[in-house]
């Protein structure tokens, strides 16, 4: 059963345009929303992170963006640049105890074109 | 930087066989997850430790096994090798379970 349901697979945008990435999660007790930025032969590293008492972060050119009726989240890049260019996963988890994983989406690879 | 290092980076090892991969955390970071990502997939969960006690598992087999020590590193121990464990292992570090700090992870190829 996946949890984290994260779309597209793969997006092309152009220099300076938005990219957008949506995921849907299924479990109401998830209280937390990171994304991470994946570079070919890198671990993933947190870009962003939101929790379900506010319905949208910012932070640079990152927004997320979060609908908890609809159990939805998405993920804005602003002004997209061919530095931005990798694979993107949402994440959920609930609680903040130890023990609590990380439930990842499948990724969605962006390229910017330049 | 990354704080998360881990060795080896790439191994290959023969279907049967046992590895041992090994994860030195970020600094203070009383918290290490390990993660299975296969090839264009997002990382699963394997298990987590905390203060050098497993204390959450995800949907793997006993043949993956772990140790937290003292000093905050850790291992992550698979026996009986299969050719579907081939996968990028991941460690992550968190001081509250929250924000993980993720290693570049070991490539282990299996023949």
């Known amino acids: 059963q996946q949890q984290v349901k994260q779309s597209p697979q793969s997006l092309i945008v152009q220099k300076g345009g938005i990219s957008i990435i949506n995921c849907a999660y299924e479990?109401?007790?998830?209280?937390?929303f990171p994304w991470y930025q994946q570079f070919p032969g890198k671990g993933p590293a947190l870009l962003i992170a939101?929790?379900?008492?506010?319905s949208e972060k910012k932070e640079g050119r990152f927004t997320i963006s979060f609908n908890k009726s609809a159990k939805q989240f998405s993920l804005h890049i602003m002004d997209s640049q061919p530095g931005d260019s990798a694979t993107y996963f949402c994440a959920a988890s609930r609680g903040n105890q130890a023990g609590t994983a990380l439930i990842f989406g499948k990724g969605t690879t962006l390229s910017v074109s330049s | 930087e990354t704080g998360v290092t881990q060795s080896p980076t790439h191994l290959i090892k023969t279907r049967g066989q046992q590895v041992t991969l090994r994860c030195s955390s970020q600094s203070g970071h009383n918290t290490v997850s390990w993660y299975q990502q296969a090839l264009g997939q997002g990382p699963q969960f394997i298990f987590q430790?905390?203060?050098?006690?497993?204390?959450g598992r995800g949907n793997f087999p006993p043949r993956f096994s772990g140790l937290q020590f003292p000093n905050y590193s850790s291992e992550l121990n698979v026996n009986a090798l299969e050719l579907d464990d081939s996968a990028l292992y991941l460690c992550a570090s968190s001081l509250d379970a929250r924000g993980y700090t993720f290693g570049s992870g070991t490539r282990l190829t299996v023949v």
């Open positions: 479990n109401t007790a998830f209280d937390y």
């Open positions: 430790y905390y203060r050098e006690e497993e204390n």
């Open positions: 939101i929790r379900p008492d506010v």
